[in-house]
């Protein structure tokens, strides 16, 4: 990274300076059929592996795993509605319609069948990817999300009653 921008608030960059800083990564606005405007950074070449961030991250979280990534995948990191330079759309926020979302962008750019990796609430659009597109998914990794089968939670070993949330839920309300 620029040793000037080191020590500032990145967040007061755009995503075409703050693209610059990785070598060998674009950005990129993808205009999908139903209207949503998707924001998305990619770099890389080989098999195609998305990265879906948590919220309320973006892109940018992932930018220190990009270049290590790129050595063998052709990384495709996207800002889902409602996050980064994407869309905010007054509704449309489930699931189905972000990992409808994925497809759409995925196919635009010329992939049939991907690995999507997705992190916090970026991890349960990737399973709703995998879950309603078997078919367009190559590998499924998940991070940082709490399992989507709740029997999992019905272990001797937690607590009976124990929240099935995750732990830092708590610290975006009030």
Aim: no cysteine; aromatic share 10%; proline share 6%.
């Amino acid at each position: 990274m620029d040793s000037k921008l080191a020590n500032q608030h990145l967040e007061n960059y755009q995503d075409n300076e703050l693209v610059k800083l990785i070598i060998g990564f674009t950005s990129h606005i993808e205009h999908l059929e139903d209207g949503i405007k998707l924001h998305y950074v990619t770099g890389g070449k080989g098999s195609p592996l998305v990265l879906i961030a948590g919220w309320p991250q973006t892109w940018w979280s992932f930018h220190k795993i990009m270049p290590a990534l790129a050595e063998k995948h052709h990384v495709i990191v996207v800002d889902i509605r409602g996050m980064g330079s994407s869309d905010k759309p007054e509704d449309g926020y489930t699931k189905k319609n972000m990992a409808a979302d994925i497809l759409a962008l995925t196919k635009k750019i010329g992939y049939e069948k991907i690995s999507i990796a997705g992190h916090d609430i970026g991890a349960g659009v990737a399973i709703s990817f995998a879950g309603h597109f078997p078919e367009n998914t190559e590998k499924l990794i998940v991070l940082d999300t709490p399992h989507p089968d709740e029997n999992m939670y019905k272990l001797p070993m937690l607590p009976v009653g124990a929240p099935v949330y995750p732990w830092w839920g708590g610290f975006q309300s009030g």
